[in-house]
T-cell receptor, first 116, second 113 residues
Framework: EPEVTQTPSHQVTQMGQEVILRCVPI?????FYWYRQILGQKVEFLVS????????KSEIFDDQFSVERPDGSNFTLKIRSTKLEDSAMYFC??????????????FGNGTRLTVT | QKEVEQNSGPLSVPEGAIASLNCTYS??????FFWYRQYSGKSPELIMS????GDKEDGRFTAQLNKASQYVSLLIRDSQPSDSATYLC?????????????FGKGITLSVRP
């Protein structure tokens, strides 16, 4: 069964450093998302991406965050200057051409980001 | 602020029992509802989707939706220890490409052998 893949599985970085989290969505999917989950808390929406542009973003997704689909397969989340409170599990997800109102999101295994 | 509330839990049931998990949501116009299962340290995994009022059954799982009451539930029959996990209710808010899935905080289920 096709799956969303994320790399790395664990990233440790120092405060103030830039990190890039990488995702390869399911190949025929058209909608892409980043969510995060701080330890012990709920899964929170960050951003959605469709047709090569951001379609929706949350209050969390400030100027320190950016997303990119540099080629036909990868989808990346960049955090420009990491803060301690950015420590969380980051999940990439994708859904198919029917759109998120109908098509379930398929999640990758996540990248655990630890900012020290 | 669009909310998804899962206020009951944690829940502990004996093996073989029925586990009942409940969820309410705030936006009456929401059209799609999902239950995900999340094992500790893992990603959410889709169990059920439901779009219309009534019941939807898939194996040991039954999702129930009542849009008038803004209520969605998940029943797990013949609960197994392997069902022990956190169950996340998720509601799709908005429309088209701008829609987004909003999650509740989850209910932790423990099935006692």
């Amino acid at each position: 069964e096709p799956e969303v893949t994320q790399t790395p599985s664990h990233q440790v970085t120092q405060m103030g450093q830039e990190v890039i989290l990488r995702c390869v969505p399911i190949s025929n999917h058209l909608y892409f998302y980043w969510y995060r989950q701080i330890l012990g808390q709920k899964v929170e929406f960050l951003v959605s991406f469709y047709n090569n542009e951001i379609s929706e973003k949350s209050e969390i997704f400030d100027d320190q965050f950016s997303v990119e689909r540099p080629d036909g397969s990868n989808f990346t989340l960049k955090i420009r200057s990491t803060k301690l409170e950015d420590s969380a599990m980051y999940f990439c997800a994708s859904s198919d051409a029917r759109g998120p109102a109908v098509s379930p999101l398929h999640f990758g295994n996540g990248t655990r980001l630890t900012v020290t | 602020q669009k909310e998804v509330e899962q206020n009951s839990g944690p829940l502990s049931v004996p093996e073989g029992a029925i586990a009942s998990l409940n969820c309410t949501y705030s936006d009456r116009v929401s059209q799609s509802f999902f239950w995900y299962r999340q094992y500790s340290g893992k990603s959410p995994e889709l169990i059920m989707s439901i779009y219309s009022n009534g019941d939807k059954e898939d194996g040991r799982f039954t999702a129930q939706l009542n849009k008038a009451s803004q209520y969605v539930s998940l029943l797990i029959r013949d609960s197994q220890p392997s069902d022990s996990a956190t169950y996340l209710c998720a509601v799709n808010y908005g429309g088209g490409a701008n829609s987004k899935l909003t999650f509740g905080k989850g209910i932790t289920l423990s099935v006692r052998p």
